[in-house]
Structure formats: C-alpha cells, structure tokens
C-alpha cells in the first residue's frame, strides 16, 4: 500500500494552520497538533493526524470553545478540580497535568480532576510528561459509550483509557496507554470496510451476543471489555471501564456514562471528565528507577515462547515505531489519509498542503 514519508515539523505546522484557520488560539492549536503527531510517532495512527478534521469540525461548529484557559475551581496541597471551560482536551489536559506534576514536587502526590473537557488524544501523552521529572504520572479520561456492559444489551460506557507511566534509569521506562475496551472501534470499521469478520471478543450484536460480524457491532450492538465474554474475564475490563469512570466523570462532576454525547454527533457539549496523577517516587523507598530497570529487564529477559516474537513491556512497541522514524526521517502516513486531510485544508484555504512525493509502497 502506498505510504508518505512526512516531517514531524511538517505534519505539526499543517495542523497548528487548519486549526488557526478555523479561529483556534495559535498556542492551543500548537498543544493539540503536538499530541496528535505524538500519537502517530509511537504508532498510534488512530489518534493522530487521522482526527484532526474531528477537531477542526468541534471548533468550526462552536460546540468547542476557542477562546479562554482553564480555571481550577478547588485545590489543596495535593488535589485540584479544574473547569475546562469547553476547550480542547490537549489544553486542559497539559494544564492538568502541569498542575498535578507542581504539586507533586511540592507534596510527593498530585491529583487534579477536570470537567467540561473534550476529546484530548493519546492518554499516555498526558502520564508521560511526569517522566521528564522522574516522576510516575497517570491519566484517564471518559469517553462516548461504546461499549456494552457484561451481561447487558446496551453501550452505556466509554473505552475509557487507561494510561501509566513511570521512569526507570537511562531513559527507560514503562509506559501503558490502553482502552479498556477489547479493541478500539476504528479496527472494527476497517474490517467492516475490508468485508472481513472480526475475532470473537471484539464486540457484540444488539441482542449482547458475541459476534464476528462487524456490521452488527457497528449497527445496534458495540465494543465489548477487555477479556470478552463473562466467561474469559470480560466483567475485569467492565471493572476498569468504571473504575475510570469513577475517577473522571463521577469525582469531577462531569458527564458520564450514556450522560455523555454519543460518538460523532456534536449536538450537545461533550463535558469529558479527566484525570491526571503525579506521584514523586522520592517520597517513598529509594532506588525506584534501579528496581524499575530489573523489573522490565526480568521480563524482556524470558525466554520467548515464539524466537521470533521477544517479550515486551507496555511501551517497547511504541519505542520500536519511533525508532523506526527517526531511521526513515518521517512518519509513514497512508496515502489516503494525507489526501483526505489535504482536501480538509483546502476547504479551509490553508496552504502548504501536506507533501505527497515522498511514497514508501509497503
């Protein structure tokens, strides 16, 4: 399939310009492009350059204000609850996290929730900017409802992500960022694009049975937890899908549940709720990054069932994607996403476009 080789710099400038283009602040349009191209350099194309028309369209329509900061409504030493006043999520999401990472050095421990919040891209965007200070950092964020509770017939929870990160020495470190659904809904419609079934565990048709069909996923049924079925461990994921909902939508007085919008349709303000953790590893037993290091060194040195598949830990995939960008010069976009994206700027009147010269077939 033909790929194009783009520029970070490139792909960054060209969003930060669709977003000015439509009346965003030239910093917050900067905050969400780093983001979204800091979602396709670990790999996770799904959140990045891939969704910029879905922001253009929020702060086109108005349904996403443009204009105003963040405003912390109740903090402690180590706590804070934060309006975000309907901005784009990468805006309050950096303020949260900034937040809770000053409090942090100050107390060992900050936790800042957010409501009125949107859509904010990867979650481990937000957890790993604690690792620059060496500290442990987590967010979470609620979403639209995708997915169908155990034993139920109806989406009343979001994938609702989960994202850990914490330091180890010489640059390493762990780093989760998943969904806390069996399998992002956009791996559902390309193979429903594809004519392809999907694997049994993926989701559910609207009676709440397990199904390979995506079309039935996709048209009154939806995604199902982490584990599948009752039977494999599904209720586990449910668990952590309202776990997260606890911590962001309940504790911040933000919509939850099938309260919030449904996915794609901007007829009312999305009002995510949001949550951000700091934690200074030097408030409690030293040597955390040593221990850190053996603790992925003990796994990634087992003996691998497949000698072509090693043994991982969260956040190795992303490095070996990132790793590979830096050797190419670029990220590999596919084609018809720069085309779409390119289409979506003239419409804007934005200009440069992004290049389509550089094509890696693969």
Known sequence: MSRCLINHETVKSFIEKCMVAVGTKEHHARSLAEVLVEGDHRGHYSHGLNRMDMYVKDIKSGICAKDGEPVVEKESASTALVDGKNLLGPVVGNFCMSLAMKKAKEVGVGWVVAHGSNHYGIAGYYAMQALKDNMIGMSFTNTSPLVVPTRAKECTIGTNPISVAAPAKDGDSFVLDMATSAVALGKVELHDRRGDVIPEGWGCDAQGKLTTNPKEVLNGGGLVPIGGSEATGGYKGYGLGMMVEVFCGILAGANYSNNVRTWKVTDKVANLGQCFVAINPENFAPGFP???????????????????????????????????????????????????????????GVSPLLPTDKIDSS
């Open 290 to 348: 040593d221990r850190m290091t053996d603790l992925l060194s003990i796994q990634r040195g087992l003996d691998p069932a497949d000698p072509d598949a090693p043994v991982l830990v969260a956040g190795d995939p992303e490095r070996t994607n990132m790793k590979k960008c830096q050797k190419s010069g670029g990220i590999s976009y596919h084609i018809s996403v720069v085309n779409y994206m390119n289409d979506c700027a003239q419409k804007l």
